[in-house]
């Protein structure tokens, strides 16, 4: 490799500033109907139909997703066809007939499609939805009775990355259905009590229709266009920057390179420039951006700008970066500022946090042992895939004020990030987040505002945008982190465990962001739900040259439990006993402790009745009394195999974790909450509504959650992630609620000349215990009372809520003892899956899945959070991972090449349960369970494939070709 190179420069064209001075002279004349009605427009050669809709049209519906003509959220109906109109050209819909999801709400109704999809809590983000009512539409039109094989074929081209598609099959099949006797019906309305209930989602009629606005959709005056320039090497030194031709472009306003800026950002560990500074530290992280009146002469002026650079040799893995003499990614990690106390970087080497667990004696552990077993684990670095790439928009503001708008799951975060970055007090950040398509994580911390705020500052304060393509999605913006295992397990023949030691090794790539913490979590949480009396764990996260690590849903968890599962399954077949009795016999139980030292109780929830209901649920028993019979036995070409894996999760957060809820009456008695906790699909939102509703005795269609946070308005929450609002957001609704309560009454106390603690509310009315006949509605009293002679008590009422983790500690920096969650869900999948031995090819035939949940708030909503984490879950398992080549280059890096699961590879057969083992914290005993089926799913499909084969794996993702080898080389087959 040539050590001294250059980026590539794609030089504008010689006639750059003529293409845009005459670009009118090139513009086509078309018409075309849309939505019933007739547009003639001028457009571009260039012009693709989705710029058209969404630019020229103003339809916002329409969204993009890839680009590429991949993931469907473009999805429209022309000439009766649906197309991804990202690669159908504006000019060739000339004299068609176009229809977007506009066009299926007629006089004010949405139509049955929209409907069904509520109904069956088939939308959560929201982002897909568009496209999947117009596939829908498109279906049914030309097949107006489908199968469910035929309706899943027609939405394969469709991604949702929340749902796991079963719940869109059901509504689609609900509509043609009831096409045979009337047409669709929604079901009536269930009523008071709400909590328990399936309310339908409070956002679902806005996303459905293709009204909910995203930051993707928003347009404002003035607003300027940004791309970024990325480096295509993994590690290099900056030589020299010209930007002179970039610069001198018409249209160019703003270019910003590392050299205007030296500030670090950073969440737990402020090691980040904005923009590359000096030294690139991986493939795809900016090295320069451009904003300007297009967002193709931003592009052109990206690729205008000249960067020499001078290439150095990567650290692609954690071997590479924990090796005697390696290259440091972070020479000067020992002058960043980071969290003190919680994360203990080692300066000197390329160690960004080593979390430590001991719990009693490792050595004696061993030496009681009867067998001993020790296995290496891999796992990859995998995306996010939210629908909604990363977008923000700056705008800097006269008097040093700025205005952000995101999408990002934590308004407040980024709020508090920024002022840290940048030295600009917090009263003069606004930090707004709309509807968020899809987050999972990635959208937690800070990523892309602080580099559009500089450009918007360098361009005298317009507002810039910044959307990411798909493939920055890919190179630029944090992922899921990869993870190499190594655990050494001590057990007596009858399968208890005397000893555990693990070492985690974290590639976090070039920046610890979530990194550190996820690392953190993975240690206290890294021995699974057991009861481990000797344990040794060391969680290291580690500096590499590749894409960052941050948070994703699971949080380290899935990648942990793929170690600690299948380390499970495979102990139990060396010791010739039932997986299933010896996760019985060392499962936590009231009276336990964890191995950082937190006492189990009654309260923590039934780990083991997870387990037992999912095994009965596969027939377990019956399936491994003949195992020894079936393991390995091919029919046809096929294996079949049944698995079982545990898995818990706890909240990795602060202790002093808090956040706040306000609820307002409004005249009508109609109430708006009013948090900062994001609902970017989880459907907390709803939840909310439901606890208030209860609360304030009123209908849930009188509760209004304010969808836009706004720091300016809504109260202060931590950040949105680890599955935590439900239970601390519900909380503070019951105690906001309450406050509401307790004004009404002390004004009707008044009225009525009776005790507060004699007032009753209930169904919006007012009255005096044992006077149910004098009875008044909440109307005369959450504006103020006024009495018969115009004399006014009272006011609005406003009720305030709060509330913050209790009893939660620092972990002791040697031995990791302490409480380190608030509290803890726990799970269980049982599967049955078939082999293609040909091929390597798995197919998941029925997948079962229990949680201790506490209690159930919103079945549907539940039920709708298992099903889209297990088929995400599958994606891990069967076929998601980053592809590099032996440069270390990223290869895949688009849809075209990273594929995740479609409506037809989902299983046959989910299904859910639920335990309700009421938590002493959580809102009416819940406990979070937003993140948690995701976890342990490529656990139990690798420990079916080792049932189904004989084969183990210990490598991610089990996709067809490293089946395919590990079947050939194991020589453990016989034919039947």
Not at 835 to 863: H, K, M, P, W, Y
Request: with cysteine; aromatic share 8%; charged share 25%.
């Amino acid at each position: 490799m040539n050590p001294r190179t250059a980026l590539p420069i794609h030089h504008t064209r010689k006639d750059t500033e003529s293409h845009f001075q005459h670009e009118a002279a090139r513009r086509h004349r078309i018409t075309l109907t849309i939505n019933g009605e007739t547009a003639t427009l001028e457009v571009p050669p260039e012009r693709t139909l989705l710029q058209l809709i969404r630019g020229d049209l103003h339809l916002s519906g329409t969204k993009e997703g890839c680009g590429i003509g991949e993931c469907g959220a473009c999805t429209v109906i022309m000439d009766g066809q649906p197309i991804n109109s990202c690669l159908v050209l504006a000019v060739e819909a000339d004299g068609c007939d176009i229809r977007t999801v506009e066009s299926e709400i007629v006089d004010g109704q949405i139509s049955d499609i929209q409907q069904a999809l509520i109904d069956f809590g088939a939308t959560q983000c929201g982002f897909c939805t568009p496209g999947f009512v117009m596939s829908a539409r498109a279906l049914l039109e030309r097949n107006p009775d489908p199968s469910r094989e035929e309706i899943a074929e027609a939405l394969a081209g469709n991604y949702c990355r929340c749902t796991g598609y079963e719940p869109i099959i059901d509504a689609v099949a609900a509509v043609a259905r009831a096409a045979k006797s009337g047409g669709y019906r929604s079901p009536e309305k269930a009523g008071a009590p709400y909590v328990g209930g399936d309310t339908a989602r409070v956002d679902g009629l806005e996303k459905v229709a293709g009204s909910a606005i995203y930051v993707h959709d928003m347009v404002l005056p003035g607003m300027l266009h940004a791309r970024m320039k990325v480096s295509p090497h993994a590690s290099a030194r900056i030589v020299r920057i010209d930007t002179s031709k970039a610069e001198a472009m018409p249209g160019v306003r703003a270019v910003l390179t590392g050299r205007d800026t030296d500030l670090k950002q950073g969440l737990y560990m402020r090691d980040k420039d904005v923009v590359a500074r000096d030294v690139v530290r991986y493939q795809g992280e900016p090295v320069a951006a451009v904003a300007a009146d297009s967002e193709e002469i931003a592009r052109a002026a990206c690729e205008a700008i000249a960067i020499e650079c001078e290439v150095r040799e990567p650290i692609r893995t954690v071997q590479e970066a924990l090796a005697e003499e390696a290259n440091l990614v972070h020479e000067n990690l020992g002058d960043y500022h980071w969290m003190q106390g919680v994360f203990f970087p080692k300066p000197g080497t390329n160690i960004a946090h080593h979390q430590k667990i001991r719990k009693g004696d490792v050595d004696q552990g061993f030496k009681e042992a009867d067998r001993i077993f020790e296995f290496e684990f891999e796992n990859p670095p995998v995306q996010h895939v939210a629908m909604e790439t990363h977008t923000a928009i700056a705008i800097a503001k006269p008097g040093g004020d700025v205005e952000l708008i995101t999408s990002a799951q934590s308004p407040f975060t980024v709020r508090n990030l920024f002022s840290v970055t940048f030295g600009i007090p917090h009263s003069k950040i606004r930090v707004k987040v709309p509807y968020v398509g899809g987050g999972f994580g990635g959208k937690a911390g800070i990523h892309l505002e602080p580099m559009v705020y500089l450009l918007s500052k360098m361009a005298g304060g317009r507002p810039v945008k910044m959307t990411c393509t798909r493939e920055e999605e890919f190179h630029t913006i944090p992922s899921r982190a990869g993870l190499s295992s190594h655990i050494k397990t001590g057990v007596t023949r009858d399968g208890k465990i005397t000893a555990l030691e693990i070492r985690y090794l974290w590639n976090a790539g070039a920046y610890a962001d979530y990194g550190v913490n996820v690392g953190r979590a993975a240690a206290y949480s890294g021995a699974g739900p057991y009861c481990i009396d000797n344990c040794k764990l060391d969680s290291l996260v580690c500096y590499t040259n590749r894409v960052f690590g941050t948070a994703f849903r699971g949080f380290g968890h899935l990648e942990v439990m793929w170690t600690v599962e299948r380390n499970m399954d495979l102990i139990a077949r060396g010791l010739g006993i039932d997986p299933l009795e010896m996760r019985l016999k060392n499962v936590l139980r009231p009276g336990d402790t964890t191995i950082t030292g937190e006492l189990f109780t009654e309260g923590h929830g039934r780990p083991d009745l997870c387990l037992e209901r999912v095994a009965e649920e596969i027939g377990w028993k019956e399936y491994f009394a003949n195992l020894p019979k079936t393991r390995g036995e091919i029919t046809d070409g096929k294996a079949r195999g049944k698995g079982i894996a545990l898995l818990h999760k706890a909240p990795a957060m602060p202790t002093f974790t808090s956040c706040a809820v306000v609820i307002k009456f409004n005249e009508d008695c109609s109430v708006n909450i009013l948090v900062s906790g994001v609902d970017y699909g989880q459907g907390t939102y709803t939840a909310l509504a439901q606890i208030a509703a209860d609360e304030l005795r009123i209908p849930v269609e009188q509760v209004r959650v304010t969808f836009e946070c706004d720091t300016d308005f809504t109260p202060y929450d931590w950040q949105t992630v680890a599955s935590r609002f439900t239970v601390m957001g519900g909380n503070a609704t019951i105690q906001a609620a309450q406050d509401c309560l307790r004004q009404i009454r002390d004004v009707a106390a008044q009225v009525f000349r009776a005790p507060p603690e004699m007032i009753i509310c209930e169904n919006s009315e007012v009255w005096v215990k044992g006077r149910e006949e004098e009875k008044l509605p909440y109307s005369k009293f959450v504006m103020g009372y006024t009495y018969p002679n115009g004399n006014s008590i009272g006011g609005p009422v406003v009720g305030r809520g709060r509330y913050i983790a209790q009893g939660l500690t620092n972990l002791d920096p040697e031995t990791g003892q302490g409480r380190p969650a608030l509290n803890w869900t726990y799970g269980a999948h049982g599967v049955e899956i078939e082999v293609d031995t040909e091929t390597g090819e798995i197919e998941v035939l029925e997948i079962a899945s229990a949680f201790d949940v506490g209690r159930v708030i919103n079945e549907q909503q539940c039920r709708g959070q298992v099903i889209g984490g297990v088929v995400q879950g599958l994606g891990s398992a069967l076929n998601e991972k980053f592809v590099f080549d032996p440069d270390g280059r990223f290869v895949n890096p688009t849809f075209t090449d990273y594929k995740i699961p479609t409506a037809k590879d989902i299983p046959a057969v989910m299904k859910q349960f639920f335990i309700e083992t009421p938590h002493p914290q959580g809102p009416h005993g819940a406990r979070g369970v937003a993140e948690h089926p995701m976890v342990s799913v490529p656990s139990v499909v690798g420990n079916a494939l080792a049932n189904a084969t004989g084969v183990e794996v210990f490598q991610l993702p089990l996709d067809p070709e490293a089946v395919y080898l590990a079947l050939k080389h194991s020589g453990d087959r016989k034919e039947t």
